[in-house]
T-cell receptor, first 115, second 108 residues
């Protein structure tokens, strides 16, 4: 059981480039989400999904896209990277949606630098 | 949306002492309050959680208390050890989970 797997671990982009952060879980969790972590600001929710084919915006969705074609995978796309998107990104999953009080399981993060 | 505030931002204690971290939340509909521990280079890991129908929960050296009327909850760590040194996050949840800014705990 690998849990939540994020790739890559580190990435450097130039302003304007696009990329996809990968997230996969093998726990058959319905709920998946993406957070960004910035110093002094904790974890802020970008997008989340309550099941395959369903996604919704979180607190800070601008500049990011997501899709959920399978239960296992929840990629995060940066369409045109900006320096303000320099951050550590965490993917998390949960057995059920947040309305069921299920704890989140986190991956080990992707550290992204945009120059 | 929900707003979670966490204090203090840094906390330094001597080994064997107790540590207390406090959080407040804004939405009275929040009903689930987990605490996460994050070690360097890793993702946050759940250490304890409490639901809104419970006032207190304990797991060995860790306890969490919840005051729904005042909308605040606290993490208590007793007999602290060097391996307790980490960043701790509180969170509150209804439709999605919102986190506090974190507390860096150092056990000397």
């Amino acid at each position: 059981n690998a849990g939540v797997t994020q790739t890559p671990k580190f990435q450097v982009l130039k302003t304007g480039q696009s990329m996809t952060l990968q997230c996969a879980q093998d726990m058959n969790h319905e709920y998946m989400s993406w957070y960004r972590q910035d110093p002094g600001m904790g974890l802020r929710l970008i997008h989340y999904s309550v099941g395959a084919g369903i996604t919704d915006q979180g607190e800070v969705p601008n500049g990011y896209n997501v899709s959920r074609s399978t239960t296992e995978d929840f990629p995060l796309r940066l369409l045109s990277a900006a320096p303000s998107q320099t951050s550590v990104y965490f993917c998390a999953s949960s057995y059920q949606g947040m309305s069921y009080n299920s704890p989140l399981h986190f991956g080990n993060g992707t550290r992204l630098t945009v120059t | 949306g929900e707003n979670v505030e966490q204090h203090p931002s840094t906390l330094s204690v001597q080994e064997g002492d107790s540590a207390v971290i406090k959080c407040t939340y804004s939405d009275s509909a929040s009903n689930y309050f987990p605490w996460y521990k994050q070690e360097l280079g890793k993702g946050p890991q759940l250490i304890i959680d409490i639901r809104s129908n419970v006032g207190e929960k304990k797991d060995q050296r860790i306890a969490v208390t919840l005051n729904k009327t005042a909308k605040h909850f606290s993490l208590h760590i007793t007999e602290t050890q060097p391996e307790d040194s980490a960043v701790y996050f509180c969170a509150a949840s209804i439709a999605d989970m919102r986190f506090g800014a974190g507390t860096r705990l150092t056990v000397k």
